[in-house]
């Protein structure tokens, strides 16, 4: 039996949830959603619909933003104002949550996959004879219901797999004008999808195709001689040449044809059974400034005790931590450094990022293991004359603590009682917030933990 399933966007959804929270109509009102006490170069999270119509970008730099409105304002003479809304996360997980449960008035939880905060899949096939409606009518009235219950307007795609439910909503439903009742919604399936969109460019606008995949599709020569610009292209090599391509991107190409030929056997039933190979968890910051080197140490320490508080907290072990330091772009430009360099996401050429792992050689959740472990690993990868932009920190390879061993040297005692104590740290943290307890470190000049402890995802709850 064919299957039946919608993707479901919130429009700018974070910058509707500050224009909805300020009584402004999202659809009409100009507002930015950064944090400017970050400066300028901050990114903003959401951009609403009419300041996106001058050509501002859904994630550009504030300055780009403002850059933008002048160049406007000099053209055509039209004054534009627009209201920078600083990050509330609490609050966008608050109407996520709002969203969420108006799916769940139409459709089963075992049938929803939550994409990220704004984006949800539907499988909608067992529901369409219980609602006597159509893939369209269902889809029209959960999102009139979403805008009636929070204000939010939202946009869907339906297609019979995960895959074509998502390109009809990004490709074709943004763009489409809407119905009487303001609804955008677009459908596909196998054949409307190679008809309609085959010739489609840019081919990043596929889920799943990003700027260094479609580089190396430009660049293949594997279309009679020329590069692969198109789902099209993509499709007409697999049937000529697929070795090629698997030579080129290797087991991945499998994803890469079957989405040019609008095939996904992935179901969202398949998703909730899913269960990670190897399981980790870590913590990833950007640094307000580039960083010398002792402070970029010290932000490491910190994000030391996070992830194990963090193990701790899940009743988890680690016997491997994985330590990348990416380096500012200014290391470069002022000359610091002449080695190698690569290209970050923005175009810019910064110096080879730090990486490494410290294998601690047992699971534990110690901090103190941990943080000898990683900062051995950090004093012997990192380059002390560059300053720091980036850095990531995960526990590797973790499992539950029953499997938690202690070699010859460990002394037992002291691991338990450092373990007590943690967890009844985290339980006053529980009951009186994060910052209840700090560390000295944390007050230190350049420490990161006490500001990111009032943040949900790296921005202010």
């Not at 901050?42 to 501002?56: D, E, R």
């Not at 009951?431 to 943040?455: H, P």
């Amino acid at each position: 039996m064919g299957r039946t399933y919608a993707a479901i966007d919130l429009k700018s959804f974070f910058a509707s949830v500050e224009c909805i929270l300020r009584g402004l109509d999202p659809l009409k009102a100009k507002l930015v959603v950064a944090d400017e006490s970050r400066t300028e170069k901050t990114i903003c999270l959401a951009v609403t619909p009419a300041l996106k119509a001058y050509g501002i970008p859904g994630r550009a730099r504030l300055f780009e933003v403002n850059q933008k409105v002048r160049e406007v304002q000099r053209r055509t003479g039209e004054k534009i104002e627009f209201t920078i809304a600083k990050p509330q996360m609490a609050k966008y997980v608050e109407y996520s949550t709002k969203v969420y449960n108006v799916y769940l008035k139409y459709v089963s939880a075992e049938d929803i996959h939550a994409y990220s905060i704004d984006e949800c899949f539907l499988d909608l096939t067992r529901y369409l004879k219980l609602y006597r409606k159509t893939a369209r009518e269902l889809v029209k009235t959960i999102i009139q219901d979403v805008f009636t219950s929070t204000g939010i307007t939202a946009t869907g795609g339906i297609g019979t797999n995960l895959y074509l439910c998502k390109i009809a909503m990004d490709v074709m439903a943004k763009h489409v004008e809407a119905d009487a009742d303001g609804v955008r919604i677009a459908e596909l399936d196998e054949m409307s999808y190679r008809k309609q969109l085959w010739s489609h460019r840019p081919i990043t606008s596929f889920w799943q195709v990003g700027r260094g995949i479609a580089e190396r599709l430009e660049n293949c020569r594997l279309n009679a001689g020329r590069g692969i610009y198109t789902m099209g292209d993509i499709a007409r090599v697999s049937v000529k040449n697929p070795e090629a391509l698997y030579k080129l991107f290797g087991v991945n190409a499998e994803i890469l044809i079957d989405h040019a030929w609008g095939y996904e056997p992935c179901t969202i039933a398949d998703i909730k059974k899913a269960k990670p190979r190897n399981r980790s968890t870590g913590e990833g910051q950007v640094l307000q400034d580039p960083y010398p080197f002792d402070k970029a140490r010290l932000v490491v320490r910190e994000m030391v005790d996070t992830v194990s508080m963090t193990l701790i907290a899940h009743d988890l072990v680690t016997n491997a931590m994985v330590l990348t330091v990416g380096y500012d772009r200014e290391n470069v430009d002022k000359g610091i450094y002449r080695g190698v360099t690569v290209t970050d996401f923005y175009g810019r050429t910064i110096p080879k990022p730090a990486h490494g792992t410290a294998n601690i050689g047992y699971y534990t959740s110690s901090q103190s293991v941990m943080a000898d472990a990683v900062m051995k690993l950090f004093d012997r990868i990192v380059d002390p004359k560059l300053t720091v932009r980036r850095l990531n920190l995960v526990a590797a390879d973790i499992v539950d603590a029953s499997h938690e061993q202690y070699d010859l040297f460990t002394d037992v005692k002291k691991q338990e009682r450092e373990k007590k104590r943690l967890k009844a740290e985290l339980l006053i943290k529980k009951r009186f917030g994060k910052n209840a307890i700090v560390k000295g470190m944390d007050l230190q000049e350049g420490a990161t933990t006490i500001e990111r402890n009032g943040q949900i995802g790296g921005h202010r709850a």
